[in-house]
C-alpha cells in the first residue's frame, strides 16, 4: 500500500529492517572513503601535455613519481618496468593547485559559531586552528575534487588572530595532512579591526607597534623578565613569544588590508619592523600597485569581489589583472564559504579579466607556495613533493575537471559526499 500508516501498522517487521538498512545507508553517504593507494610506490603519468609551471608545456609528457617525490618531468624519460602507468593521453598534468585562505576542515563552512579556527579576543598570535582541523570532514574529500591537494588554513578573527597552518589533503590523522604548523602569522588591518586600537585604525597601528617593540624588548631581556625586573609588558610572554618569528624575519605575516589607506599602512608597518609580509585581499590594491610592486610584497586577491563595501570601495574585477602587469606576485584565494573547490573557476575568471593563462595557473600553485616557503610544491620538477592531477581538459575551464588526484605520490579518491548520493539516487525509487 502507498499510504505511510497503513504500511506501518501491517507490515511493521519489514519496514523495521528496511529502517536498519537506511541507517546503515545514510551513515555510509556521511563517511568519507580513505584515500586509494595505488599498490605500487613507483607511478608514470604518460602520454599527457604536462605544465610544470616552472617552464614550458610538455606535450606527450611524462612525470616519474617514486616514494612520493617526483624523479623525472620530460618528453623521454624512461619508465622502469615495475612503474605502474597512467595513461594521460589528451588529458593535461598540473602540480596540485594551493589555496592560500582555506577553511577547509575546520568546521561547517559559513556557518556562524561553527568554525574551529577562531579564538575570542583581539591578540591570540600563538593560536594555532591545526587541532581544529578534522581529517574526516566531508570538505577535505569535496574540495580535493577541484584539483587541490594543499591548502594554507588561517585563523579567523580580528587584529593579531593567530597561524596559520598548512596541510595536504590527505591522510587518517592530522599528523598525515600537516605540511607545517606556523605557515604565516596573520594580522587584520580591516574594517573589523578597527575596535582593537579602540574604534579608529591609527589607533591600531599604535597598539601594534606597542606590542612589535614589547616581543623584541621580552627578547632582549628574558632574565629581567623572570626576576619581574621589567616594565609591564602589554602581552602575556606566550602570545609575544609567538611575534617573534615574525619579527626575526623568519616567518611570513598575512596582512589582510583591502582599502588603499590599509595597505599603505601595511607597507609602512613592513618598513619599520622589517616583516615579510603578504597581502590578503587588497581590493585597492590596483592604487597603489606600484608601490607593492616596489616592495616585493605578493599579493593574495578574490577577483570575483566587484561589490563595493566600506572596507573596499573601489572594487574590480580586473584588480589580479592590473596587480600583475605592475609587477606584483599574484596569489588566487577566492574565500567564498563551502567554495574552495572553485578555486579554479575563480583562476579562470581572472583570465576572462584580462590575466594571462600562465599567470593564473602560476597564482594558484608557485605564487603561494612561494610566497609561504613551500619550496617542494607547486611546480612538477625532479625533487618536489608528488602532488599531481590529470584534468581531462583545461583546468581552468568548466569544461575540465580532476581525473585523478596524486597527494604525496599516492592517488586519493575523488568520491564524495554528492557522488554517493548520485548513485543512490540516479534510479527512482530508490531501493534500500
Known sequence: MTGGRTDRRTDGPTVRRAGKQSVLALVACFLLPAPSFLASQTVAIVGGTVYPVSGPKIERGTVLIRDGRIVEVGANVTVPADAAR???????????????????GTGVAGLFGQSEARLQGDINPSFSPAEGIDPGSLTIGQTRTGGITTAIVPPGGT???????????????LDELLVQRGSALVLNLGQGAKQ?????????????????????????????????????????????????????????VIVVANRRMDIENALRLAREF?????????????????????????VAVRPLQDIPDFDGLQARLDVATLLREAGV????????????????YVAGNAVRNGMSWDDALRAITLAPAAAFGLTDRGTLEAGKVANVVVWSADPLDFAGHAEKVFIRGREVSLRTRETDLLERYRRLPVTY
Do not use: C, H
Not at 92 to 99: A, D, E, K, S, Y
Open 86 to 104: 597512467v595513461d594521460a593521453t589528451g588529458k593535461w598534468v598540473t602540480p596540485g593547485l594551493i589555496f592560500a585562505g582555506s577553511d577547509v
Open 196 to 252: 582593537a586600537g579602540g574604534g579608529s585604525r591609527a589607533g591600531t597601528m599604535a597598539r601594534l607597534r606597542v606590542l612589535f617593540a614589547d616581543a623584541l624588548e621580552y627578547d632582549r631581556r628574558r632574565g629581567d623578565f623572570r626576576r619581574d625586573q621589567i616594565q609591564p609588558l602589554s602581552a602575556p610572554a606566550q602570545q609575544l613569544e609567538a611575534l617573534l618569528p615574525a619579527l626575526r624575519g623568519r616567518q611570513p
Open 329 to 344: 606576485e599574484v596569489i588566487i584565494a577566492q574565500a567564498d564559504a563551502g567554495g574552495d573547490r572553485d578555486l579554479r
Open 274 to 298: 622589517r616583516l615579510r609580509i603578504v597581502l590578503a585581499g587588497a581590493v585597492e590594491g590596483w592604487l597603489v600597485a606600484a608601490q607593492i610592486a616596489e616592495a616585493k610584497v605578493p
Open 159 to 173: 587584529l593579531l588572530p593567530g597561524q596559520a597552518v598548512t596541510i595536504d589533503l590527505a591522510g587518517n590523522r
